[in-house]
């Protein structure tokens, strides 16, 4: 995530940039960015609304495959509405997958890791932005090299280390190597360093706080909103992460999207039940988009610019 | 880069505004000498937990990782490890199956980042300029992100499928005739591509979109008065402006396609998910490493896969490098 560092604050070091990005002070006729100072055309309208189909349909096929039988929607002409037998499929899922376990494991699993990245990564991030101490630089490059080794490098040994410590198959082995991250980290460390004044900091000192109450008192207010959307963008991963959780976890003790991939894997899937499934692990994750869209929009651009 | 922070007990500074009586020397000397620890010992533990965590789960099982491919492990017997020296390496170098897996992924990182990017590109371009209902459009191209590789491939698996599936139904329909896509050799990895640049457009496009809104307006009032066409401007202003956000979504998604796991193993799900197709046409490293060490039980060659797929990442990050220069030099 090291990236161009063009934008910065105009004056105030305390604009919330988590909350309203796209929106920058305009001056004269021209507005900031490529094609600001222009109106969309229809041909834009109309091509937003093409891709726009294109990302909404796949999952509202989910929903109609979901609630129909499978023959009907292998049928020679398929059924473009949702059907009635949502129910019956999402119970059929329910016993073939273990479910119920997968949903409660999802939330532990989800829960846990956004909990403990959101502690760890404020902390470090405050220690980073706005803290001095040997080796600083070099750390930080570090932790942002860490962002480009992939998974896939190490599930061996972890896998038998997990079983070594008696956590094989169980959802400690999916939660502990994740309860930090380094996007986490970078994310913080750059909202810290421009939301938070060292005037701030001072004065909590000049009081006499010692470091962890400065962390309390001063830095945690500041970061509540760059937490929020790290919180919102830890719990999709979380929740959506398949590769480890799908090497680690075994049948009878999944997170949701490993017993989709199990039932998927079983003798001859009947599609509509697997597409239950499938419907149950992305249901939640839309209702959080429906309502918080919008910061989650704002802080993956903010994320992303700067560095 | 800031103003200093005065340290707290350090000599000159003032003692604070509420400090409610005299203390003795002793434990005056007593509590600055603990103040000081303070700021030196917190930052450090601030950030250790990152490292200890990484260390841990990260760095350590990494290295590990050489010292197993030098083994014969087997999933039935974890903790038997026995020497064999460089025989698992020589054993996947000389399988046709690894090498077929290592072409699957460049191909299908290759059809599914450069129309991924330049779509991106595109899209992030039309919602820059004055929109009607803009979040409402940014949200609905980032709802993919929201869902996860298992729901996604599953039901792009369902629109693929040979019989009865959506997109053949489509084709039918404007009369072109039925694909088998999971079993051929392009249409395979083209549907895999498919579901990658489903999922990954639109967060691409927001980053794009951000890097854009950054670029200081000035210039675009200059290219225009100097009568630059929108195509120019887009040319000759955006893009350079844009160039390192490029080139760190290009990193992003080499790496990401690497990864590649959850699409090819789910495309058609059981036995022959877990070998990339009949005839291996979409299997990918990541799958190629599972099936050998999850579903074949040998973990040492598992291992040895995983340090060929770091030195392919060494190799991207160098192409990626090289390519970065050369573009910085004829630019310059």
């Known amino acids: 995530m090291t990236t161009t560092s063009t934008v910065t604050a105009p004056d105030s070091r305390r604009v919330s940039k988590a909350a309203a990005p796209g929106t920058p002070p305009r001056r004269g006729r021209f507005k900031q960015g490529a094609g600001r100072q222009h109106h969309a055309g229809p041909f834009a ?176 207010p500041v970061a509540r909103p760059a937490m929020m959307v790290l919180g919102m963008l830890t719990f999709v991963q979380a929740w959506n992460d398949f590769f480890w959780p799908y ?33 149950i692990s992305t249901l939640p994750l839309l209702v959080v988009f429906v309502v918080f869209g919008k910061r989650i929009v704002g802080g993956i651009m903010s994320g992303a610019v700067k560095g | ?105 460049f191909v299908i990182g290759v059809i599914s980042t450069v129309p991924q990017l330049l779509v991106a590109l595109g899209l992030a371009h039309l919602l820059n300029y004055k929109l009607r209902a803009s979040t409402f459009w940014r949200t609905v191209i980032l709802t993919p992100y929201a869902t996860s590789v298992a729901s996604a491939a599953l039901v792009f698996a369902l629109v693929f499928r040979a019989d009865g599936g959506l997109l053949n139904w489509a084709l039918d329909f404007i009369g072109l005739g039925d694909t088998n896509w999971a079993n051929g050799h392009w249409s395979s990895k083209s549907a895999i591509s498919v579901i990658v640049i489903w999922r990954w457009t639109g967060y691409n496009a927001l980053i794009y979109l951000a890097a854009m809104q950054a670029v200081p307006s000035d210039l675009y009032e200059a290219a225009s008065l100097d009568g630059a066409s929108r195509w120019q401007q887009f040319r000759n202003v955006t893009i350079p402006a844009l160039r390192p956000t490029i080139l760190f979504t290009i990193v992003i998604s080499t790496i990401g396609s690497m990864q590649l796991f959850g699409e090819p193993l789910l495309l058609e799900g059981g036995t022959i998910g877990a070998q990339g197709g009949n005839e291996h046409q979409y299997e990918t490293l990541s799958v190629y490493l599972y099936n050998y060490g999850w579903k074949l039980g040998h973990l040492g060659p598992a291992a040895a896969v995983a340090w060929a797929m770091l030195a392919l990442l060494l190799l991207i990050a160098a192409i990626n490098w090289l390519v970065g220069r050369s573009v910085r030099k004829t630019s310059a």
């Open chain 1, 45 to 220: 309208y109309f091509a937003l609304a093409v891709v726009g189909i294109g990302s909404l349909f796949p999952l509202y096929w989910t929903l109609v495959a979901a609630s129909r039988t499978q023959d009907e929607i292998l049928d020679t002409t398929p059924p473009f509405v949702p059907g009635g037998n949502l129910f019956n499929n999402l119970e059929a899922a329910w016993e073939q997958a273990h479910l119920g376990k997968a949903i409660w494991n999802t939330l532990v699993v989800s829960a846990s890791i956004t909990a403990a990245t959101l502690f760890f990564c404020t902390l470090a991030g405050y220690a980073f932005a706005k803290m001095r101490f040997r080796g600083r630089g070099a750390l930080m490059t570090a932790v942002v090299a860490t962002l480009t080794i992939p998974p896939q490098l190490s599930v061996v040994p972890l896998f038998m280390m997990m079983s070594d410590i008696g956590w094989g198959g169980q959802l400690e082995s999916v939660i502990f190597p994740t309860l930090v991250s380094a996007f986490g980290v970078f994310f913080m460390r750059q909202y810290l360093s421009e939301a938070l004044p060292y005037e701030l900091i001072e004065a909590g000192k000049v009081d006499g706080a010692n470091n962890l109450r400065v962390v309390w008192s001063i830095v945690l």
């Open chain 1, 247 to 279: 090497l680690a976890l075994n049948q009878e003790n999944p997170t949701l999207q490993v017993a989709l991939g199990q039932l998927s894997a079983s003798y001859v899937p009947d599609q509509s039940i697997v597409m239950a499934g499938a419907l």
């Open chain 2, 1 to 105: 880069m800031a103003t200093s922070i005065p340290a707290r007990g350090a000599p000159g500074s003032k003692p604070g505004r509420r400090v409610p009586k005299p203390m003795s020397p002793g434990r005056q000397a007593w509590r600055s000498r603990l103040w000081r620890f303070d700021d030196k010992a917190s930052p450090y533990a601030y950030i250790a937990p990152f490292f200890l965590v990484f260390g841990a789960f990260g760095l350590y099982p990494l290295l590990y990782t050489g010292w197993i491919a030098l083994h014969r492990v087997e999933m039935i017997s974890l903790d038997r490890m026995e020497w064999v020296g460089w025989e698992n390496f020589s054993r996947i170098l000389q399988d046709p199956e690894f090498w077929t897996a290592v072409g699957n992924t």
